[in-house]
């Protein structure tokens, strides 16, 4: 089965649960200066448009929420925490033993600790996708989650709704 079959597949049945990390939030915020920062964007608006109209669950943690309270630009800060308020699953401080092992794991892959430790609350949240614009990220691989992009997310999420 192709991929994009089976991410497709995996959004079927239920109302899905993605994550998105830090990076994804920052995304509109950066210099649009090249079509992949633009489209990126673009992608990730759509999907909080998802969020908001409730097609799909939003999910978040402790993690997201220490590295967006140190973003030093007050507006950046204040719209991604505005945004947070869409999400239905939070992964509190209650499971930081357990981000911490998985994140162990991970990092075991050449993954640094921030970045494991948000995979690692998507995966404590059974989510179906942890949406990203890190390239190394992209690269990880697991059978617990799919890691992806936000472009192939929305790809995936409209030939499931054509």
């Not at 999907?47 to 799909?56: A, E």
């Not at 929420?65 to 007050?74: D, H, I, M, V």
């Not at 404590?124 to 691989?141: H, S």
Request: include cysteine; proline fraction near 2%.
């Amino acid at each position: 089965m192709s991929e994009e079959r089976t991410l497709v597949s995996s959004m079927e049945s239920v109302k899905i649960k993605v994550y998105l990390d830090n990076c994804c939030y920052n995304r509109p915020f950066d210099t649009q200066n090249s079509n992949t920062v633009i489209f990126e964007s673009s992608a990730k608006m759509s999907i909080q448009q998802l969020v908001v109209n409730q097609k799909i669950t939003l999910v978040y943690s402790v993690v997201l929420l220490e590295e967006t309270y140190s973003n030093p630009f007050k507006y950046k800060k204040e719209q991604i925490l505005g945004f947070l308020s869409n999400a239905e699953v939070y992964v509190g401080e209650d499971k930081r033993s357990q981000i911490n092992i998985y994140a162990a794991e991970i990092m075991k892959s050449g993954i640094k600790y921030m970045d494991a430790a948000h995979i690692s609350a998507a995966i404590i949240a059974q989510c179906d996708f942890f949406v990203t614009t890190d390239k190394k990220l992209l690269n990880y691989k697991s059978d617990k989650i799919t890691v992806i992009n936000p472009i192939d997310f929305i790809r995936a999420w409209e030939s499931k709704n054509a």
